[in-house]
């Protein structure tokens, strides 16, 4: 099993450096300047002596290859160096951001697995019944609804809720408290956007869970227990379930991956400060030093999901790792 995840590791570096090296040239071939932004935000007039000097101090100036060097020095060492817009470090931009995503991505696929796992089997053992019809139309609208819009509806549903009940309306708090400072505050303001996302996804993964079992139920196996007498409890949880996971924990994986920095829409819905708005005013504003750094923390977060997933499809499937 070790030499598995050691391999599995081993194979994670060539991925990072041929993302990053992807990653840092095609941000130079974006056409634009950041300090010709920066000029016209402040409303001077862009001197090109004073965007040389701008673009001089910035380092942007410099060879490419000594550009790159300095970025790979600064990954490897952890040391994103500073925003081009805000002048600030960029792991202290990202760092105020990247809790409030993280926290968001790990309740959403807390409440994806919640749902599609135990619709999904209930689906596929009540194939073609009244359940399953329920629960298929289920999955299929979250599929169909966007996340974002689902959240205007929660809005609107609390909004209007509790003008009903308690003649005043309640929205989710505006500002961000992280959880161990109050967490009552904090989950009143990120459950909302969480139940959103993690129902769009669990429809997905709902149909995943459902598909896979009935393949696994049709397998020789599964009829060799049955013939056998165990019961079909048994049958479910201990042969049939195991295996079909393994689909699934793929579809889970590259969702929470995904939610780290996918979420801009919803974040705007919400009045969430996170990562994907974070993502979103780097690339308007042209700021090469955190975009590509945003980008290496879900390039990261992409490989070190996969990882587990690997992981869990070696203890799922124990014939995996010695393939």
Request: hydrophobic letters at 50%; proline letters at 5%.
């Amino acid at each position: 099993m070790w030499q598995y995840i050691l391999k599995r590791l081993l194979l994670m570096i060539p991925t990072l450096l041929g993302a990053s090296i992807l990653v840092f040239f095609l941000l130079r071939a974006i056409p634009g300047d950041v300090c010709e932004l920066r000029m016209a935000g402040s409303g001077l007039y862009a001197d090109p002596e004073q965007i040389k000097i701008c673009r001089d101090n910035l380092g942007l100036n410099d060879p490419l290859i000594v550009q790159f060097w300095d970025y790979m020095v600064g990954f490897v060492t952890f040391d994103l160096g500073t925003s081009m817009w805000t002048g600030r470090p960029v792991t202290y931009e990202i760092g105020l951001r990247f809790q409030l995503s993280l926290q968001v991505a790990i309740m959403a696929t807390i409440t994806s697995i919640l749902i599609a796992i135990p619709l999904g089997t209930i689906s596929a053992v009540r194939q073609n019944t009244w359940v399953d019809y329920i629960v298929r139309a289920f999955s299929i609208a979250g599929i169909a609804i966007p996340s974002f819009w689902l959240g205007i509806l929660i809005i609107l549903g609390l909004l209007i809720g509790t003008q009903a009940w308690f003649g005043t309306p309640w929205m989710p708090p505006i500002n961000y408290v992280p959880i161990w400072e109050d967490p009552l505050a904090n989950l009143s303001q990120l459950i909302w956007p969480a139940l959103a996302t993690g129902y769009r996804y669990s429809a997905v993964a709902t149909r995943m869970t459902r598909s896979s079992l009935l393949e696994v139920l049709r397998e020789d196996y599964v009829r060799t227990a049955r013939a056998k007498g165990l019961l079909e409890k048994v049958i479910i949880n201990r042969h049939a379930l195991k295996n079909a996971l393994l689909p699934v924990v793929t579809i889970i994986g590259i969702e929470f991956a995904f939610l780290m920095g996918g979420l801009v829409v919803t974040e705007q819905v919400f009045n969430l400060n996170g990562l994907g708005k974070l993502f979103v005013e780097s690339v308007t504003n042209q700021d090469f030093t955190m975009t590509q750094s945003l980008v290496m923390l879900v390039v990261v977060i992409f490989v070190f999901t996969n990882f587990i997933v690997d992981i869990m499809y070696a203890w799922l499937d124990p014939r995996i790792r010695y393939s």
